[in-house]
């Protein structure tokens, strides 16, 4: 701060609050102390090895306090609160889940690190309505995440592991996609961790990659390339006629998504000069324009031109926050 800083950048740089700050500009020791005596109804040890002699009892041990207390009451016998059960237990590290009640631990998805194409890939499927009402087409999309390009779609009128698995067994080979180098993220689905998809994946190589249940920013790129057509202007307002004008009308979008849409977190560039690795030329022309014009009349700038530089390497779930352009 002496140098200038803000404080509350300097209390977020250290990890503390700015209250704690002043608090301690007014009193540098700390004050605070724990209690110097046993409180009175504290439990003797012989107490304490009763309560937990009862609790781990081959009669109790599958039983919570909440059950314990009137069961003893029940009988006539009192040894101890079920707060003073839940302490004791917790102090002995024996309050945990047992068997099926242990909760399910989802754990974070592994970071993936998309420095070239076809590295990783990310995929999902969403719905596209049908005529009926209730019914729905499912478009399947697969996007490489490096380069943004959509390498593979397919609209059908069912969800199913087998259509995933062509799906994907068709877009690396029509790429000529080494599936041994390559990783595709998706949710977690019956399309997606169905027997056949994933025999599909571990005979072509791919390793597989999956969200946590419910946590849809675990495949936040799917997700953002999905806003990005139902939010394209021309989506239709109503639902498909059939399944060859939903077709045609993804076939249209992937066209210009790949080679017109100027993609933000590629530094505008297609996705498609992105992928055959053309983005370099392109950023650097746009560097020399602008260059070229700030020597013609530089009061115009008062700084730096535009940073015309090449998107960097995409991070799947970064473990560390981090900061990144948009997703689309």
Not at 99 to 108: C, D, E, F, K, V
Not at 203 to 231: C, H, M, Q, W
Not at 234 to 249: L, V
Not at 301 to 328: C, E, F, M, Y
């Amino acid at each position: 701060m002496a140098a200038g800083a803000r404080q509350s950048a300097a209390c977020d740089e250290l990890g503390i609050d700015a209250r704690t700050l002043q608090r301690w500009h007014k009193q540098p020791e700390d004050g605070r102390c724990g209690p110097k005596t046993t409180p009175r109804n504290a439990l003797t040890a012989q107490q304490r090895q009763r309560v937990l002699d009862v609790l781990t009892s081959e009669r109790f041990r599958n039983n919570s306090p909440r059950q314990i207390v009137p069961t003893l009451a029940d009988e006539g016998i009192y040894v101890a609160s079920e707060s003073t059960m839940y302490r004791v237990l917790h102090g002995e590290q024996l309050l945990t889940h047992r068997g099926r009640a242990r909760p399910q631990m989802h754990h974070r998805p592994p970071e993936l690190v998309a420095a070239a194409v076809n590295t990783v890939w990310s995929w999902d499927i969403t719905y596209l309505r049908a005529p009926v009402r209730g019914s729905f087409f499912y478009l399947y999309l697969v996007e490489d995440l490096y380069s943004r390009s959509i390498v593979g779609w397919e609209v059908l009128e069912e969800e199913s592991a087998e259509a995933s698995a062509k799906l994907i067994e068709r877009t690396c080979k029509n790429l000529d996609v080494n599936g041994s180098a390559l990783h595709l993220h998706s949710d977690n689905g019956g399309p997606m961790k169905g027997a056949t998809m994933l025999a599909t994946l571990q005979r072509l190589g791919i390793v597989a990659s999956f969200s946590r249940p419910r946590v849809s920013d675990d495949n936040p790129y799917s997700e953002a390339l999905f806003r990005t057509l139902k939010y394209r202007p021309g989506f239709p307002n109503r639902p498909f006629r059939d399944i060859d004008e939903a077709r045609e009308w993804v076939s249209h979008f992937v066209r210009w998504y790949n080679t017109q849409h100027l993609h933000s977190a590629l530094n505008f560039v297609t996705p498609e000069d992105r992928y055959h690795g053309r983005d370099k030329a392109i950023l650097a022309a746009r560097h020399r324009v602008y260059q070229k014009a700030r020597k013609q009349n530089p009061r115009r700038w008062s700084g730096q031109t535009r940073d015309w530089s090449p998107a960097t390497a995409v991070v799947l779930n970064p473990h560390q926050v981090i900061d990144s352009k948009a997703a689309a």
